[in-house]
Antibody, heavy 121, light 109 residues
Framework: AQLVQSGAEVKKPGASVKVSCKASGYAFTGYHMHWVRQAPGQGLEWMGCFYPSSGDTIYAQNFQGRATLTRDMSINTAYMELSGLKFDDTAVYYC???????????????WGQGTVVTVSS | QSALTQPASVSGSPGQSITISCTGTSSDVGGYNSVSWFQQHPGKVPKLIIY???NRPSGVSSRFSGSKSGNTASLTISGLQAEDEADYYC?????????FGGGTKLTVL
């Protein structure tokens, strides 16, 4: 099983970025997919998650209205779009699979390699 | 929701044991047995080392153990090794989110 994310992005303030996360080697629709970011030198920050089978999503308060999580089940790919980018959105963005079948938890057992998003004017 | 509280740093000598605490509230750590721990080496992807408070994924050393009392979870690493030097993060399920601790830098002296 693996998650492969799209490449690094450089964006201007106010723009949007869309990161993809292609899953393989497991049943994509059976596990919640989480998105986590890590600013340079900082800790992990949970952004939200969605359940591929139903499309149900949960967003962290900090990202409500600015982040959009979607998926394309035909190609086992999850997407995270973040709009209204600010300088402090510069971070590594990870997709991470929940370890539990069908159930949302706090254990992420499979991670993408990370996508560096740089917000710069 | 606020991040879980972890000490910024801990240290220990090879062979010793250390414990990292993770303090939350009854709405997160204290309310559910869904606390996890991650290890992250510099420039690397986080790795799950403990789930559901005290369970180890396959392949994780038995030197890592987890526990919980009330609103505080703990990660204990016994027989410290140089390779254990890394950042450690706890996480907890809540009814509407997942939250992380601020992270703890472990230095092996």
């Amino acid at each position: 099983a693996q998650l492969v994310q799209s490449g690094a992005e450089v964006k201007k303030p106010g723009a949007s970025v869309k990161v993809s996360c292609k899953a393989s080697g497991y049943a994509f629709t059976g596990y919640h997919m989480h998105w986590v970011r890590q600013a340079p030198g900082q800790g992990l920050e949970w952004m939200g998650c969605f359940y591929p089978s139903s499309g149900d999503t949960i967003y962290a308060q900090n990202f409500q209205g600015r982040a959009t999580l979607t998926r394309d089940m035909s190609i086992n790919t999850a997407y995270m779009e973040l709009s209204g980018l600010k300088f402090d959105d510069t971070a590594v963005y990870y997709c991470a699979r929940d370890s539990q079948w069908l159930v949302r938890g706090s254990a992420f057992d499979l991670w993408g390699q990370g996508t560096v998003v740089t917000v710069s004017s | 929701q606020s991040a879980l509280t972890q000490p910024a740093s801990v240290s220990g000598s090879p062979g010793q044991s250390i414990t990292i605490s993770c303090t939350g509230t009854s709405s997160d750590v204290g309310g559910y047995n869904s606390v996890s721990w991650f290890q992250q080496h510099p420039g690397k992807v986080p790795k799950l080392i403990i789930y559901e408070v005290s369970n180890r994924p396959s392949g994780v050393s038995s030197r890592f153990s987890g526990s919980k009392s009330g609103n505080t979870a703990s990660l204990t690493i016994s027989g410290l090794q140089a390779e254990d030097e890394a950042d450690y993060y706890c996480s907890s399920y809540t009814s509407r989110s997942t939250i992380f601790g601020g992270g703890t830098k472990l230095t092996v002296l």
